[in-house]
């Protein structure tokens, strides 16, 4: 005999063949034995759910916890509620035994544990589920298992047969920092107990972020760590691992008596990263162990002590700190070398030199709502250092000769304008470059503002408006030449360029002034408005009108002397020459104004198809300038020394790419434009044009002291032909090619292909340029290459990859470079092979690849790498580099 009361707060469904039952606090029932059996009817059998539900309520504030994250208090201080469900429910009065049998499953605090059969034993205060056992915690975690054996609260237990699956979680890939899919993590024990409701302990466990096989689940994951015990702490965030091995396809391949790492939920964890392994012949075999500190959520500091066999230790420290409004790092490498005398000495290396080290930092903080302050700097004990011991840096740039960027700026962005002051400083990382010839900016200054004006308040004007304004500081020890042709180099080292004749205009003998020895400033202000009128046919007629007013400020040092080498051999070079450049005239200050009109007309024809639109549009254009600049001007020209006429720049006022040149005279451009939009998204386009020097200087024809203008195209009255033709039938394939023929023969002066496809396991592209010899630039032959890359996927899991470029100009070189023996149009001047498998829990590549390149000493060498890289999903990544080098026999070419 026995009586219990409902608690107020329990919530009981019972399933029997009927709709669910619910009783409250008021119920009263009476129950019967009968040889230690109870004999339930449908109302007992309702009743005795119900004291099952409270037998099993947990205390308030209490909670328990698996794999997954801790499960949140109850705020409340009431008792939670608990929901039941069973296909039959029993109670055995003499043993004091509740049963929930069929479909059991028990609702609590945001967790669900089901099976086949739970049982409450009220005098033990234990839990036993069995049967297609599981339980899902708030986060989503699953637990799968033979049986469960848990206290009244699922604090404490034991777990047969246990299998965790986690949720999953999303990947970002540490290569690019963007998200690469997501993953799952999964844990498994013939034996596991939990404890003090934040650790779980998996007897002979095994981990892994592998998804078992659909088609055999018993089959080994591709990887897996096993160990005697693994022990994850919830409330350390980390997982440990006692007596492990890590296995491939079931096979063990390393033993670790003892590591640990975060769990899964872990972004961020204090601890030893993935070790890293290298090799390179003047450094020895070498390893890095990173140690991680995560100091407090908003900053962290990695330290990596790397031991070379021939070199010694190199530390590497790095700090990293987020703000609110920005963030930064800051980085040091430092290394006392045991053998300095393995690299080569000075000047093509920095084997003089026992203490080497590198300085890093890069910051951006955001000021107010459009405006960022920020820096980024890099400071060497010798340029050769980043080099030497593969030191990576975001200061450096890299176009086949490398220099570190140093800046510090202030940058407003609007919607119609922007605000940039900067300051800069230049580090050579080749032997062949000389400091003292690199420039210092302080400042350089943008401005630029966009604004419409209001016809009703301008007298019927209106249009839009834009000034754009650039002042420019610079200041460099020793003056930058180059030589044109044949270039002229130091007798002792040959690095430098010791070239200081020139004769504008021509080729043989003579030299370019790349920078000034000195300091040099200038100011510009462009000023321009432009308005769009579209007239009852369609015809689009843009008047527009312009100023350019340029301000140079001179201080030379014409006193200074460079010499390479000692003896009767020795080269110099004098600041002096550059004045030779500048028509020796008097370099105090330069002032110009360039003033323009113009008027910009198309008229656009529109056609409709079966297939597609098409538009036609001719373009004409009339820009009227003096003859030359108003008021004195100088030949330096630092900041506008690339010029390429295309397409992209036929309909421009001006094509020059920076500010110390400015078109002038009156010149007409005229072309027009096709475009084809099919209907199943594809498209063609095609522009063609040219441009005439009418009246007036022509100054793509006036040389200045580094050539620009001269064998660009523009230099005669009527230019070359420019062309365009892009090409995408569909999402497979896309091709375009740009041209620039000859005015007169029409022969091909400049010619870019590229080509990209995509036909589903099969992507790459297709790259080709020939550009003609320009003598007169230090171009001596034609510049042509060909390159090719592509990407297969064998499969889900497998892909292979691989590129080559072609030096097509090598067979152009003079003999004295590459012999008797020509090399052909297909000599090869970098390629690489590569391959590796990807799933959702393992990433291996191995790529080779075999480039030219300078390697700091002077010299052109082929560099070639193998670079493997294994990632075990959340367990870490290994890399694996060699490379070596080669300077004899480089395909017939002698540098």
């Known amino acids: 005999m026995g009586r219990r009361s409902c608690p107020a707060n329990a919530v009981v469904r019972v399933r029997h063949g009927r709709g669910p039952a619910r009783l409250r606090e008021s119920a009263r029932l009476k129950l019967e034995t009968r040889g230690g059996a109870l004999a339930l009817t449908r109302a007992l059998l309702a009743g005795t759910t119900l004291f099952f539900a409270s037998a099993l309520m947990l205390a308030p504030g209490s909670h328990a916890q698996t794999a997954g994250p801790r499960v949140a208090k109850t705020q409340t201080g009431q008792p939670d509620k608990m929901l039941v469900e069973a296909t039959e429910l029993r109670y055995d009065a003499d043993k004091n035994v509740v049963s929930a049998v069929g479909n059991a499953r028990l609702y609590y605090q945001g967790r669900t544990l089901e099976a086949d059969r739970v049982v409450y034993d009220r005098n033990t205060g234990r839990v036993q589920a069995e049967g297609h056992a599981k339980m899902t915690e708030t986060d989503g975690t699953v637990l799968f298992a033979d049986h469960f054996d848990l206290t009244d609260n699922f604090r404490d237990g034991f777990i047969e047969s246990l299998r965790v699956e986690t949720p999953p979680k999303p990947y970002i890939d540490p290569a690019t920092g963007k998200a690469a899919g997501s993953y799952k993590t999964y844990f498994s024990s013939p034996r596991s107990e939990r404890t003090e409701a934040d650790t779980m302990v998996f007897d002979k466990g095994s981990y892994t972020a592998c998804e078992a096989c659909k088609n055999d689940p018993d089959k080994p994951p591709l990887w897996r760590v096993r160990a005697k015990r693994i022990i994850h702490k919830n409330d350390e965030k980390m997982i440990y691992y006692e007596d492990a091995s890590l296995e491939l396809l079931g096979i063990p391949i390393a033993y670790v008596p003892f590591f640990s790492t975060p769990d899964p939920s872990v972004k961020r964890k204090s601890g030893i990263l993935s070790p890293h392994l290298v090799y390179k012949s003047s450094l020895g075999n070498g390893a890095g162990i990173p140690i991680f500190w995560a100091l407090a959520p908003d900053y962290d500091f990695t330290f990596t002590p790397t031991y070379y066999s021939k070199q010694g230790f190199l530390a590497n420290g790095e700090w990293r700190q987020r703000f609110d409004i920005g ?341 007409a451009n005229y072309g027009g434009q096709f475009t084809m939009n099919f209907k199943d998204g594809g498209y063609a386009n095609v522009v063609a044009g040219q441009s005439y020097q009418v009246a007036g200087t022509n100054s793509y024809a006036t040389p200045d002291a580094a050539n620009i203008g001269l064998s660009s195209g523009l230099d005669t009255r009527r230019s070359d032909y420019v062309t365009a033709f892009s090409f995408a039938p569909n999402s497979m394939i896309a091709f375009t090619a740009k041209s620039r023929f000859d005015v007169d023969t029409f022969a091909a002066r400049r010619i870019d292909l590229i080509a990209s496809y995509n036909f589903g396991a099969w992507t790459g592209n297709v790259q080709y340029a020939n550009y003609q010899a320009q003598p007169v630039l230090g171009y001596y032959v034609r510049r042509e290459g060909l390159a090719l890359s592509s990407r297969y996927k064998i499969s889900d899991n497998y892909f292979a990859q691989g590129n080559i470029t072609f030096d097509m100009s090598r067979q152009f070189y003079p003999t004295y470079l590459i012999g008797n023996t020509s090399p052909g149009p297909f000599a090869i001047a970098a390629f690489g092979i590569g391959g590796g498998y990807q799933d959702d829990c393992t990433t291996f590549s191995v790529n080779y690849s075999s480039i030219y390149q300078d390697n700091g000493n002077g010299a052109l060498v082929r560099n070639q790498t193998v670079l493997l890289q294994l990632q075990l999903r959340t367990l870490g990544d290994a890399k694996l580099s060699q490379s070596f080098s080669t300077t004899s026999a480089l395909d017939g070419v002698k540098y």
Request: include cysteine; proline fraction near 5%.
């Open 327 to 667: 963030e930064y790092f800051v980085r040091a490498n430092g290394i006392a070398q045991q053998n300095p005398t393995d690299f080569p000495l000075s000047p093509w290396g920095a084997g003089d030199r026992t203490l080497r080290g590198s300085f890093e930092s890069k910051g951006q903080l955001a000021i107010a709502d459009e405006w960022k302050f920020g820096w980024e700097f890099t400071l060497l004990s010798d340029k050769w250092f980043l080099n030497d011991y593969h030191v990576p840096s975001q200061t450096v740039s890299t176009n086949y000769f490398s220099e570190t960027t140093s800046t510090v700026y202030l940058n407003g962005q609007g919607e119609r304008g922007y605000f940039d002051l900067r300051g800069y400083y230049f580090e050579g990382l080749s032997s062949h470059d000389f400091q003292p010839q690199q420039p210092l900016a302080h400042p350089v200054w943008d401005y630029n503002k966009t604004f419409d004006i209001d016809p009703a308040q301008t007298f019927g004007i209106g249009g839009q408006a834009e000034l754009d304004f650039n002042l420019t500081s610079l200041s460099a020890a020793a003056a930058s030449f180059q030589s044109v042709g044949t270039q002229v180099l130091d007798n002792v080292y040959g690095l430098y360029n010791v070239c200081t004749n020139y004769v504008p205009g021509q080729v043989t003998g003579t030299c370019l002034l790349r920078g000034v020895g000195g300091e040099y400033t200038r100011a510009t202000l462009d000023a321009s408005w432009k308005r769009k009128f579209i007239d009852p046919v369609g015809e689009v007629w843009t008047p527009f009108t312009f100023a350019h007013l340029n301000g140079e400020w001179f201080n030379l040092n014409t006193t200074n002397t460079y010499t390479f080498g000692a003896g009767p051999n020795a080269s110099s070079f004098t600041n002096a020459s550059q004045l030779g450049f500048l028509g020796n005239k008097d370099l105090s200050f330069f002032g110009e104004i360039i003033p323009g009109v113009g008027l910009d007309y198309r008229f656009p024809f529109l056609a409709k198809t079966s297939f597609g639109s098409m538009t036609l549009e001719p373009i004409a254009q009339i820009i009227l300038r003096p003859n030359d600049q108003i008021g004195a001007h100088s030949l330096v020209n630092l900041d506008a020394q690339s010029l390429v006429f295309d397409d992209s720049n036929l309909f421009n006022w001006n094509r020059y790419s920076g500010y110390d040149r400015f078109e002038t005279g009156t010149r």
